[in-house]
T-cell receptor, first 114, second 116 residues
Framework: AQSVTQLGSHVSVSEGALVLLRCNYSSSVPPYLFWYVQYPNQGLQLLLKYTTGATLVKGINGFEAEFKKSETSFHLTKPSAHMSDAAEYFCAVSRGGSNYKLTFGKGTLLTVNP | NAGVTQTPKFQVLKTGQSMTLQCAQDMNHEYMSWYRQDPGMGLRLIHYSVGAGITDQGEVPNGYNVSRSTTEDFPLRLLSAAPSQTSVYFC???????????????FGSGTQLSVL
């Protein structure tokens, strides 16, 4: 069975600072890994995903994540935070290599301070 | 395209009542899923479908039924609502399994359900 651990339920950064949201996973098979963002009162939107190939994945809105198999990690980063990045972020791993059967982490709420 | 449409947006039920949460997509996606979101718990998979007539259980299926008679619709039924089913419910659909770059899961805007 897969599982996902997001370290830190709440992360606060200043505008212009580095954003680092941590995600570790466990999976018995090569996983598909995802980061989703949820703005208040909305559904989830895909930021980026890793399936195979290049381990550094670039997504929308300037976010990127690096798949590190040896560390079972898939941390999300953005060099410079913007006020519009304030949202909840979810890391997810596929169940059986299928993006319609996801196991989600508990989420990290990102606050951006002016 | 409307994408994934969920109705109603809000619903209040009494314990023991039944209801159906509607989900429809107009993208001709084969794969559809239902998730529930609870504070501090992330999203958990309830049921999913890989095509019309084919459904299967996810992580937390108890108390919920689904059917998939058409590609477009994937309703979620609560037969006898319980307070533990108070949650926000999201429906999602995908064109594929996610292995290709253009395959991704599209989420609806959610149904907020309260069971008193």
């Amino acid at each position: 069975a897969q599982s996902v651990t997001q370290l830190g339920s709440h992360v606060s950064v200043s505008e212009g600072a580095l954003v680092l949201l941590r995600c570790n996973y466990s999976s018995s098979v090569p996983p598909y890994l995802f980061w989703y963002v949820q703005y208040p009162n909305q559904g989830l939107q895909l930021l980026l995903k890793y399936t195979t190939g290049a381990t550094l994945v670039k997504g929308i809105n300037g976010f990127e994540a690096e798949f590190k198999k040896s560390e079972t990690s898939f941390h999300l980063t953005k060099p410079s935070a913007h006020m519009s990045d304030a949202a909840e972020y979810f890391c997810a791993v596929s169940r059986g290599g299928s993006n319609y059967k996801l196991t989600f982490g508990k989420g990290t709420l990102l606050t951006v301070n002016p | 395209n409307a994408g994934v449409t969920q109705t109603p947006k809000f619903q209040v039920l009494k314990t023991g009542q039944s209801m159906t949460l509607q989900c429809a997509q107009d993208m001709n996606h084969e794969y559809m899923s239902w998730y529930r979101q609870d504070p501090g718990m992330g999203l958990r998979l309830i049921h999913y479908s890989v095509g019309a007539g084919i459904t299967d259980q996810g992580e937390v299926p108890n108390g919920y039924n689904v059917s998939r008679s058409t590609t477009e619709d994937f309703p979620l039924r609560l037969l006898s609502a319980a307070p533990s089913q108070t949650s926000v419910y999201f429906c999602a659909s995908s064109t594929g399994t996610g292995g290709l770059a253009n395959e991704k899961l599209f989420f609806g805007s959610g149904t907020q359900l309260s069971v008193l």
